[in-house]
Structure formats: C-alpha cells, structure tokens
C-alpha cells in the first residue's frame, strides 16, 4: 500500500503522473522506492532514439570524461 494519491494528466502525446504520498523516504539509496523525495525517473519518447542519441552527443558531450 503506498499510502498516497495521484493525479494522470494527458495534452496530447504527452502525460504526467503527480503523486503525493502520507509519509516519505529522505534516503535517495533506493531508487526504486517511490516514496523517496524527490525525481525519480523521467521517460521522454522520440520517434528516432539513435538520431537523438548522436545529437546529445554531438551537442552536449563533455570531452573531459
């Protein structure tokens, strides 16, 4: 039981789930426990992944890494 509530909102391709929850998680150790504060993942869909992918990397790579 997650202790909580959520709101889904859609426009158009795009969707956003708000969850609020009773009690929470301060520790970011367990990324797979939604009740930790905070982002835990987003998802982004792009009708062409690798083109997306060598562009980041083209645009936004850090050569110092």
């Known amino acids: 039981d997650l202790n909580g509530k959520a709101v889904f909102l859609k ?3 795009m969707k956003l789930e708000v969850w609020e929850f009773k009690d929470y998680v ?3 150790n367990d990324l797979s ?7 835990t993942h987003i998802a982004i869909s ?3 992944v690798n083109n997306i992918y060598k562009k ?6 850090d050569p110092s890494l």
Request: aromatic share 10%; glycine share 10%; net charge positive.
């Open 11 to 13: 426009l158009g391709n």
């Open 46 to 48: 792009v009708n062409d």
């Open 56 to 61: 980041l990397k083209y645009n936004y790579s």
């Open 26 to 28: 301060e520790s970011k």
């Open 33 to 39: 426990n939604m009740k930790i504060i905070g982002l």
